[in-house]
């Protein structure tokens, strides 16, 4: 999993994601692409938390099973979401470049 | 996060009644244990589960809806210890009587299989909120 960790640098200018969280009233005055890099950095530090919660439960860290399998459903939702996110980005990207005048 | 907070929910819920579990183990295990730490026989243990307060960080506008559970406390049951007559017990006392531990097996058992399927209940709930989740994400297909 770990060959997923350069997906952040995708074009997409990391010092542009800031810490502010995606509250609804302040989603029009931001622009897109920090939108949507903050969900990809938060996607790859999901992904990272779950690669390290196995590491941790494999060296024995952690004893518990649940821990590993609740990190990796979380990690695995937070990467469905972004996939969607981005086929629909790709679909808007498109419909646009199909237009015809 | 709080996009996953029902996750979490299910999840404290878990890891709860996986401590409970753990509880009534040792309950199990040390039923016939005559010497503890603090002297005496061991005393039958019993958790009681607590609500998790909702941070007030978090702008939610249902404060009562997704807290998750912890458990509030382990406490020793209070019971009196069995006196069984067991003469060739080495902590038999003069008379061959031994003090042995509060721990009721039945009981222990029932609370086991309580234990057990509250664990699955919670199991139940993370992935059928799970399925909501990836639902969801069908919205726009």
Do not use: C
């Amino acid at each position: 999993m770990s060959e997923l960790s350069p997906i952040s640098s995708i074009g997409l200018n990391p010092a542009t994601a800031s810490p502010v969280g995606l509250k609804p009233n302040n989603i029009g005055s931001e622009s897109f692409k920090k939108v949507f890099s903050e969900v990809i950095h938060q996607t790859n530090n999901q992904l990272q938390d779950a690669d390290k919660t196995v590491k941790d439960f494999v060296e024995g860290n952690i004893g518990n099973p649940q821990d590993v399998m609740i990190r990796l459903e979380e990690a695995h939702l937070a990467l469905q979401f972004t996939v969607q996110l981005r086929n629909k980005v790709v679909e808007a990207y498109q419909e646009i470049s199909r237009m015809q005048f | 996060m709080d996009q996953f907070k029902n996750l979490n929910v299910s999840a404290s819920g878990i890891e709860a009644n996986r401590m409970w579990m753990d509880v009534i183990a040792s309950n199990i295990a040390n039923a016939k244990t005559t010497k503890t730490p603090e002297g005496g026989p061991y005393r039958a243990k019993d958790v009681s589960f607590a609500q998790i307060l909702e941070d007030q960080t978090s702008q939610s506008n249902n404060v009562l809806a997704g807290t998750g559970v912890q458990i509030n406390e382990v406490k020793d049951d209070k019971s009196p210890f069995v006196s069984v007559y067991y003469p060739s017990h080495p902590d038999a006392n003069k008379d061959g009587y031994v003090l042995m531990p509060n721990v009721n097996p039945m009981q222990e058992m029932a609370k086991m299989m309580i234990a057990t399927r509250a664990y699955e209940a919670n199991v139940s709930a993370f992935g059928s909120g799970k399925s909501m989740y990836l639902k969801a994400l069908e919205i726009g297909r």
